[in-house]
């Protein structure tokens, strides 16, 4: 008797409340899936970029359940596939970005030099904007073998805008109209690689003080 007035009491009994599952805070901005750095044979980074945030058109990334192959098709490179690879997930998505990384070598024949350019200029070198004095360091990206010499010459086509130095020093002259030069990277080298890009200063709220160029 007293075994089934304990099985009717457990049949009466109330379940255990059921814990409900917290809800999950997910971050506002894409969490890349892959961190992809592309290098060259003695071992430079070429780019370096997450995915899916990006759009170089020869990168592709294919994804299969959990699984990704990244094959890249850079010019003057042998092309290369990078299989399975497995990226962690959670509730939102990727966990973290899984690291990438490609080792490319030239094609036969490939030039010595297969890119030069500025690089790293700040985004409102566009814009023209009414303070003095404003500095920036200019450097340039090569992808050529160690042996080639990574010296360039600096100009500016109007030092009346902007000076700059041997070094990648650009200085801006006090100016209270709207100016515009173009800053030139040449290869020591190679003369015939050239990158060029604008830069802006000036402006009717400038207050130039005195020594400095009044224009």
Do not use: H
């Not at 894409?30 to 980074?45: F, S």
């Not at 709207?178 to 020591?188: C, G, N, Q």
């Amino acid at each position: 008797m007293a075994l089934l007035s304990l099985l009717a009491v457990l049949a009466t009994a109330s379940p255990a409340p059921v814990t409900p599952r917290p809800q999950v805070m997910c971050p506002g901005v894409l969490r890349p899936a892959l961190d992809v750095i592309v290098k060259n044979e003695r071992g430079q980074v070429l780019s370096q970029f997450g995915w899916p945030v990006t759009d170089a058109g020869w990168l592709q990334v294919k994804k299969t359940g959990e699984r990704y192959t990244v094959t890249i098709n850079r010019r003057w490179y042998q092309p290369q596939t990078i299989p399975n690879i497995k990226v962690v997930q959670d509730d939102c998505g990727p966990a973290k970005p899984t690291r990438v990384v490609a080792r490319l070598q030239p094609v036969p024949g490939a030039p010595v030099i297969r890119e030069f350019r500025i690089v790293n200029v700040n985004s409102d070198n566009l814009m023209v904007v009414g303070y003095w004095p404003y500095f920036q360091r200019y450097t340039t990206f090569l992808d050529a073998p160690g042996s080639v010499n990574r010296e360039v010459v600096w100009t500016s086509s109007r030092p009346d805008v902007a000076t700059i130095d041997q070094i990648g020093l650009l200085r801006s002259v006090c100016n209270r109209e709207p100016e515009r030069t173009t800053i030139t990277a040449t290869l020591k080298a190679d003369p015939t690689q050239v990158s060029s890009t604008v830069f802006g200063r000036g402006g009717g709220g400038m207050v130039c003080p005195r020594g400095a160029v009044d224009r």
